[in-house]
């Protein structure tokens, strides 16, 4: 069965190993088979052939049907991604509670204790979760501003997906936005356009600022300035008030 180098290694990333992926890789492509079948088509070791069924039986790749010989059958790829999906799903859901409830007080206690006002941030992912988190507890106010508010960008997909939920008042300033968009802006929210609007900027409760300073094709490349500090938030909030006085209501 040929298959390859990208598939080769995303079954890598979802945890098999090389013989457990020719194990796989043999019952997706033979069907039903018996231990020594499986062992011949995946030019699996016979003296390795059980322990690796066994192994992929556990990661719910394959099921079993008991007999003289067991035979083995491939579970649908599809199927296969959404039983990953969920289980990943709820360890990741019991290990960020556990590390939260354990190690946000201890840093919330550290902080106070040396308070730091502004962080660099390196990497687009980083930044994104920061602004994940600003907009997660957003109470009062949120000034955002992008280069494009639509969906055509992943992150900025993200950023907007997510700001749509906040209950805080949202004022919203971009160069364009897209049509389909539009309608699902709540009333409440406020939002212009003007002919430019460089970088990405958010203001969170005239407080919590984050500014992506720099980018390139290499997600690494991307910089950003976060801050806590009220002085920094009213600078932030006094440049996006500039530019807010010199655009347009949709």
Do not use: C
């Not at 020719?22 to 039903?32: E, I, K, R, S, T």
């Not at 192994?55 to 599809?78: D, N």
């Not at 039983?83 to 960020?96: N, V």
């Not at 840093?107 to 994940?132: C, N, Y």
Request: aromatic content about 8%.
């Amino acid at each position: 069965m040929s298959v390859s180098e990208a598939t080769l290694k995303a079954l890598k990333q979802l945890g098999l190993t090389e013989y457990e992926t020719q194990a796989y890789l043999a019952l997706v492509d033979g069907g039903q088979m018996a231990a020594s079948d499986v062992s011949a088509k995946s030019k699996v070791p016979f003296s390795r052939i059980y322990d690796v069924l066994g192994r992929l039986e556990e990661k719910q790749f394959i099921q079993v049907q008991k007999g003289r010989p067991s035979m083995y059958v491939a579970k649908s790829p599809s199927e296969v991604i959404r039983l990953i999906r969920l289980d990943w799903e709820e360890r990741l859901k019991e290990s960020s509670a556990l590390v939260v409830e354990e190690l946000q007080p201890l840093f919330e206690r550290e902080t106070k204790q040396t308070p730091r006002d502004v962080w660099v941030i390196h990497g687009r992912a980083s930044i994104l979760a920061k602004a994940m988190e600003m907009l997660d507890g957003a109470k009062e106010t949120v000034l955002l501003s992008l280069p494009s508010f639509d969906l055509s960008d992943q992150d900025v997909d993200t950023v907007v997906e997510r700001v749509l939920y906040v209950r805080a008042n949202v004022r919203i300033l971009t160069s364009s936005i897209n049509d389909a968009l539009k309608s699902l802006i709540p009333e409440r929210f406020e939002v212009r356009t003007r002919e430019r609007v460089f970088g990405a900027g958010l203001v969170v409760d005239d407080k919590f600022t984050l500014i992506m300073l720099a980018g390139g094709e290499d997600n690494e490349e991307f910089l950003g300035i976060y801050s806590s500090h009220n002085v920094f938030a009213a600078m932030a909030k006094s440049y996006f008030e500039s530019l807010w006085k010199d655009s347009h209501t949709i």
